[in-house]
T-cell receptor
Framework: GAGVSQTPSNKVTEKGKYVELRCDPI?????LYWYRQSLGQGPEFLIY????????DSGLPNDRFFAVRPEGSVSTLKIQRTERGDSAMYLC?????????????FGPGTRLTVL | AQSVTQLDSQVPVFEEAPVELRCNYS??????LFWYVQYPNQGLQLLLK??????LVKGINGFEAEFNKSQTSFHLRKPSVHISDTAEYFC??????????FGKGTTLSVSS
């Protein structure tokens, strides 16, 4: 079956603009995670959803970042007033349920470049 | 707080040689440990995980790792690597119900 997909694969924007990054999880997976991976670093947790609700958003760096999952499937990560420091690979993962025994399946990522 | 240290940023090896990628963690609670691989232009893929039980864990593609609680390590090994093993490898830790905390990654470069 289809894996986790993310669109767009690449996004180039100008400083100060608003961007939306989309994640389509594996069908039936209730948990969805967003990570950010800067160059030369490992992925850093941003937020995770259990169903439609954000169960843990402690990794969001500031209030310019926001994510939604209105129907418990597709999720959108929204970044307002982008800054050059937001440039990174944004990864999405989904798992059947939340918990260490439930494997997270990762998408290929969206590479965001803020000029 | 939990953290992961991958001791080598780059590991060059020749094909068919053995390899060990080192990972140390710190945590004040019980931990669960993972190794992920990221091939060029692909998403992260789980290689193996330690949740409990036997400290020697076998994963996909001939990789294995050993959980050593006294040394707080979870090193990844393969007895004979292939060109196709060239990739970025990430060690990660989590507690019960918490998010994955990743190391900075180790680039494994296999040459002929």
């Amino acid at each position: 079956g289809a894996g986790v997909s993310q669109t767009p694969s690449n996004k180039v924007t100008e400083k100060g603009k608003y961007v939306e990054l989309r994640c389509d999880p594996i069908s039936g997976h209730t948990a969805l995670y967003w990570y950010r991976q800067s160059l030369g670093q490992g992925p850093e947790f941003l937020i995770y959803f259990q169903g439609t609700g954000a169960a843990d958003d402690s990794g969001l760096p500031n209030d310019r970042f926001f994510a939604v999952r209105p129907e418990g499937s597709v999720s959108t990560l929204k970044i307002q007033r982008t800054e050059r420091g937001d440039s990174a690979m944004y990864l999405c993962a989904s798992s059947l349920t939340h918990g260490t025994s439930s494997e997270q399946f990762f998408g290929p990522g969206t590479r965001l470049t803020v000029l | 707080a939990q953290s992961v240290t991958q001791l080598d940023s780059q590991v060059p090896v020749f094909e068919e040689a053995p390899v060990e990628l080192r990972c140390n963690y710190s945590s004040s609670v019980s931990v669960y440990l993972f190794w992920y691989v990221q091939y060029p232009n692909q998403g992260l893929q789980l290689l193996l995980k330690y949740l409990s039980g036997s400290t020697l864990v076998k994963g996909i593609n001939g990789f294995e790792a050993e959980f050593n609680k006294s040394q707080t390590s979870f090193h990844l090994r393969k007895p004979s690597v292939h060109i196709s093993d060239t990739a970025e490898y990430f060690c990660a830790v989590s507690g019960a119900g918490t998010a994955l905390i990743f190391g900075k990654g180790t680039t494994l470069s296999v040459s002929s």
